[in-house]
């Protein structure tokens, strides 16, 4: 099982309506063979000591993958290509991080 860590830096007040689009795509992936996990995530405000400001354009994808084969058959998929397609004017960087358990 492989984990991944998609941090997607959006434009500015675009965070809802990437969210929107992303509930839609949701069910599409998590039927995807070998999807353990797939879920968008957003900072909270904390008083926790060592937490950085909430950002409030970006959106944080933990994803959960039996292989590292079925990760790469997910970003070919079609309804990745459209979301990639219908959400490109409103990401400005993306930032992967791919994990295995130590």
Do not use: N
């Not at 809802?16 to 968008?40: D, N, R």
């Not at 060592?50 to 070919?76: C, F, N, Y």
């Not at 079609?78 to 295995?100: C, G, N, S, W, Y």
């Amino acid at each position: 099982m492989i984990s991944v860590i998609a941090t997607i830096e959006l434009a500015e007040g675009r965070r809802e309506e990437f969210l929107a689009i992303f509930g839609e795509l949701t069910p599409k992936v998590q039927a995807e063979e070998g999807c353990i996990e797939y879920a968008a995530w957003v900072d909270i405000p904390t008083s926790l000591g060592g937490q950085p400001p909430a950002r409030e354009d970006v959106v944080v994808v933990i994803e959960k993958w039996q292989s590292v084969d079925a990760l790469e058959a997910h970003l070919m998929a079609p309804h990745m290509q459209q979301f990639r397609k219908a959400t490109e004017d409103m990401r400005r960087r993306i930032e992967l991080q791919i994990l295995e358990r130590a």
